[in-house]
């Protein structure tokens, strides 16, 4: 799912933008829009981010010290561990290490409370043993990227209320996190051009049919859909299936945006001279839309499904919090959050915020990526005319980023 | 803040208008207070409290809350002794820790009117009442009674001169109103309370018994046979055994015909007279026009933001000192949406006195300085703090056959690391346990929190092939004897606070090879997902304080408690449906029949006994940790606030007497 | 023009039944229903219902016909009597319910509307005035900051940041004292202190979007020929960025007003829980949950009604105050 992920944003923008390197005509579209986004500094910074972290997702299992059941009585709301370099004599390590941790209740409020001990030093290790996981799906292992030997421990955001790596939980969460709204977009995209090329293909009465039907499914709730979607999710799903049901509910209540803005865009293109002659020509109808009339927008269409992307992992969040969708032990970004909001956690155990700072990375990642994107799309109007054309797509992203409101209920 | 200056100003001018008067009264007023003045910090309050214009009539009169002396000085409330019973017939509250002062409100949270119940019990007036340590009953809105030697005959005494909180007069003829015009009938859509039948020792029978007047403030309830727990089994099942005649006359169809009670529901804005009468007959103390006997009583609509009850002017207690109660003004109650929002107000100080989960100890204890309030720990009567209950009717066969196969359950005891779940869980407080009945409660049994209480995976792989459960291909999840897939089903409830034990116990299982799923339901599916019998297994502890006063949790006779799944239908339909029990499901029933027909205490208490040995040897609910505390806070300026036994049965804080906290100047 | 407004108008009829009956079939969707959820909630607080009375119940609210029969008895009373039902928990007619909490919602989501504008245009015309500037970046990033944390946290850690500094969660819109006083300025400014984190919460989520499409706007604008010209003959800058920049630039915000309209008559829903504020999210949520459904229903098809209202009347704005859009719409 992350390698499609990569392919949405940059499959057009990329692949082919090396290939044509000037010579091929009908390239320097995507090119031009490359060359564009280089230029759009938070854009490509953002890029740059969002490939980390889908790399990181995608080798969560390595790169997680624990599993997701790693429950520890002993450690549990223990604050994050301090990487050292320097030891308690002053010396300078190499290689950086912790100490060990002892724990004791307070035996006034039953509060954990962790005392590092400097007789014990653990160096932290690259490579290590730790719990089962399969690597990329391809091969069981239990070989972790950095731990300390037993009975050493290390907690970079801490643990939780159950004791458990909170840094392995935002990494595993990840892989939910960062694939759902990917996945979501994929669906809605598809149902969109679907739905909204049709609807502004073919025009007329299909289309007045498909605008009301639009019109109906805008005009619904979400939370009530959410939540009657939710208790239809049959009682033994496992986790990929239920990432599978929200990705779903996700994606019915965003398409329409999307439909939007293909209807509206193949509006404008199909009286283009170049769509009469192709017709003029005999060329089949699913021909020109997929020859002709779809290649004329695609790049608004990515612009589009990557500021999609933000609102579904706020709408992730947003589902968990009500109590919808993924549960612990499977764990998602807006399960950590759901758990950090307890009044508990941000008073005693604010590292369970930790999370909070992935999510607004990502969702701002996104944002200037597809900010960089549209500016990019439009490579002319950097020029001297043609401002018109832009203008027209300002006013579809008004459209469009308005339907974003939805998800916020 | 002004407005608090302003009403301490006021009271002191009252205060000095008060020590004018009793200097010019002569000593006979004085000298009550004099007496009265033993503590300090009270000082203040009692001088405060004598000035009714009746002082300077009367010498001996109990002193009254300073709002309710300016609505008789202004003539629109008649004086305190003339609201009260005679005298002898005033109930004295004893205090916990000292004598309060009136004034100040109650913020109570409650999330609106579902939370009906929490507001109830804190100020619930029970015919009888229980006593503090949860054993027996003593009278409270009955002055006493009298029982006959095989306990067929009570008589209950009235207090003479009671009223409700309109002013009528409270009298033996509102209890027979009660039984013949709400009770029987069903006005309120309940059906006649257990408590009211006897037993025919021989036959089994059910007989109805007779409720009658003797006189303006005694009531005969006969019996056919023998009925030993009446009292007590009255202060659990229909702890309000009175009704206010001259109020449901005006708005029961029987005294006013159809569409005149109609039209009251409409005004009081329903749409139908059965839920007209369930809400004004049942959940009457919502109802600002319903006259009740408690201490505080509604003022305004209970879906406001902020409902209000507010001090009954008629309330019939006292302290020692003769100052009619509550000691606090107002209850002041505050919808809140979730329940952290509880918690920081609890936490800002704002909350007089809250009642919390042991979840929020350690936030609690760890800002108690902060927001200047205490953390009073109450015992409970649970069995345990986390525990684990195997339906024992559940539909599959296989699995029901499991289910009450004994080494089954005590494999499903010993998989699980009882010391991880008691440090996650309870935050270590509440031991490595079995299910059992804690010391100091009735039915102690010796040794028994230790049964199968060990943390011994090799045991339980024992007892599960001893049973003949096979593996499957890849020796990952155990199946049944014949091949076929055996899963565990937990349901839980949501919104629950199970979610952490539950997430652990899988684990745990699934360690010695159960496969365990965990369906996730809302209250109501699982409601009546039980009713359906569709609940194999879910995380449920049990809390009895006497078997013999409330035995739903332990004896199957009606579909409520999830280890006995259909056995309670076949007992509450009397054989038409449901499971027919068996071996010593069907012996606690019959234990159970004898316990009602018990003739003597001595009996009930031998029949206790043995109903809970069977628990104890069969062990249908699993518990691996302790029960902990519940929580109850008090700000720190708010007095007599005690630690006792949190249960249903004795109505958590309310068994506290809140009329008698007070916040402290 | 006016045959295309009556036009929309009319097609709302049907759709929005339509939409009522959806609704209705999805309220009842999950399993359980009122009573059922009622009893179990009763259970948890030691009131033991048995089948019987959940009977009784059922029959006394119509709870044992089938969702059609319930639906039209329904629809009927909306449509004939303009009565939108009882509701279940609360035992008053739904209508009464709706006018309780309309009030604090409206005031709630028009002030954190009007704070979302009054931040968003001026910061958006500031950011594409200074274009690429350290002003630009903090503006976008703060913006987005807003629409990325998601406002049940940023509610909750607001709510406790006030409680560690102040000793107050703020919780609600009135402090205790305030709630049943007569309106004064105390109260006014009781009001004003517990608005500020709903405000930030609510406002923050969308000012993002409007500072994005404000700047997008401006910078189109600012290019323009007459712009240009005025810039040529003289004209103060900042009178040209007002006048002619801003106001144009500033249509197609106008014009999506009536998108909000839903958002004002509902307010937020999981903020106001988080925050505990009186308005109809929040009541409206736990409707849905305990399928009180003539209560939720009514409102969902209110919603559903203000949606489409929106959406129509964006159309229309849209329409008038660009004439090129209106020719089109001819053509089509």
Known sequence: ?409 | MWGEKFRMAKKWVLCFMVVLMAASLLAACTSNNTGSNGNKGNKGANTEQSPSPAATVKAEIAPEAPMLAELVKAGTLKPVEERMPVKEDIMIEPVFEEIGQYGGEWNFPWNGPDDKWGISMATEEAMFRFKEDGTSVEPNVAKGYDVNADATEYKIYLRQGMKWSDGVPFTADDVIFYWEHMLIPETFGKALYDCYYSVDPVTGEKARAEIVKVDDYTVKVTFKHPSVLFLERLAIDNKWFFAPAHYYKTILPEFIGEEAALAKAKEYGFEDLKNFGIWTGYYYWLYPQRPTLRAWVAKNDMNSDRFIMERNPYYFKTDSEGQQLPYMDRIVLTKMQDKSHKLLETMAGHVEVGSFDFTDYTVLKENEAKGNYRVIPWSTPNWSSTGVQLNQTTEDPKLRALFQDIRFREALSLAADRKEISEIITNGLGEASQASIQKGLPNYQEGWSNQWAAYDTDGAAKLLDEIGLKWDAAHKYRTFADGSDLTLTIYREDPSDNEKFIELIRKYYEGVGLKTDVKIVDQGSFFDLKYANKIPVTVKTVSVLNVAFRPDELVPLRVITPWFGHYGLYTSSQGKEGVKPEGDVAKILEDWDKLKASKTKEEVQKWTDDIIKLHQKNQWVIGYTAPTPGLVVARNDVRNVPSLIASDETRYIGHAHPAQFFIKK | MLRYMLRRTLIMVPVTLFVSMIVFIIIQLPPGDFVSGYAAKMATSGEIMDEQAMALLRESYGLDKPWYVQYFTWMIGILTEGDFGYSLSYNRPVSDIIGQYMGITIIVSLVSMVFTYVVAIPIGILSAVKQYSFFDYLATGFGFLGMATPNFLLAIILMFISFQWWGDPMLGLFSAEFTDAPWNLAKWMDLFKHMIIPVIVIGTSNTCELIRVMRGQMLDEMTKPHILTARAKGLPEWRILLKYSARAAINPIVSTIGWSLTTIFTGSTITAIVLNLPTQGPVMHKALLSQDMYLAGSWLLLMAVFTLLGTLISDILLAWLDPRIRMTRKGT
């Open chain 1, 1 to 409: 799912m992350v390698t499609q992920a990569k392919a949405l944003m940059q499959r057009f923008v990329q692949r082919r933008a090396k290939k044509g390197a000037g010579q091929d005509y009908a390239t320097s579209h995507w090119k031009l829009m490359y060359r564009e986004l280089k230029r759009h500094k938070l854009a490509r910074i953002s890029l740059y981010i969002l490939g980390f972290f889908y790399l990181v997702a995608l080798l969560g299992g390595f790169i997680a010290p624990q599993g997701l059941e790693s429950y520890s009585g002993e450690y549990m709301n223990s604050a994050p561990t301090k990487v050292r370099m320097v030891d308690a004599n002053g010396k300078f390590h190499i290689q950086p290490f912790v100490y060990g941790l002892k724990s004791e209740r307070d035996p006034e409020t039953l509060r954990k409370r962790f005392v590092e001990d400097p007789e014990q030093v653990f160096p932290v290790k690259l490579f290590v043993h730790g719990s089962d996981y399969s690597f990329l799906g391809l091969f069981k292992t239990d070989i972790h990227l950095f731990g300390v030997d037993e009975p050493g421990r290390i907690f970079l955001f801490g643990t939780d209320s159950m004791g458990r790596d909170m840094f392995s939980r935002v990494v595993l969460g990840s892989q939910v996190s960062l694939t759902l709204p990917l996945v979501g977009v994929s669906i809605s995209f598809l149902l969109g051009l679907l739905i909204g090329g049709i609807s502004g293909y073919a025009g007329g009465r299909v289309d007045a049919i498909i605008q009301r039907f639009i019109d109906i499914v805008r005009s619904f709730p979400t939370l009530p859909l959410w939540m009657a979607l939710a208790a239809a999710i049959p009682p033994r799903v496992g986790v990929v299936e239920m990432f599978f049901y929200i990705t779903i509910i996700m994606a019915f209540i965003e398409w329409t945006g999307l439909a939007r803005v293909v209807r509206s865009k193949f509006i404008s293109l199909r009286s283009e001279d170049y769509v009469t002659a192709a017709k003029i020509a005999g060329v089949s109808d699913l021909r020109i839309i997929f020859a002709h009339l779809v290649p004329g927008f695609i790049s608004y269409l990515v612009v589009a499904a990557t500021l999609a992307i933000p609102g579904m992992i706020i709408g992730e969040t947003a589902m968990s919090f009500l109590g919808l969708g993924i549960r612990s032990p499977a764990t998602s970004w807006g399960v950590l959050m759901q758990e950090a909001q307890q009044i508990e956690n941000v008073a005693l155990y604010p590292w369970k915020l930790i999370p909070l700072l992935f999510v607004i990375t990502t969702v701002l990642a996104f944002n200037f990526l597809g900010d960089g994107l549209r500016d990019a799309a439009d490579p002319y109007s950097h020029g001297n005319g043609a401002k018109s054309a832009k203008r027209k797509g300002k006013r579809k992203w008004v459209s469009l980023r308005s339907k974003k409101k939805q998800l916020e209920v």
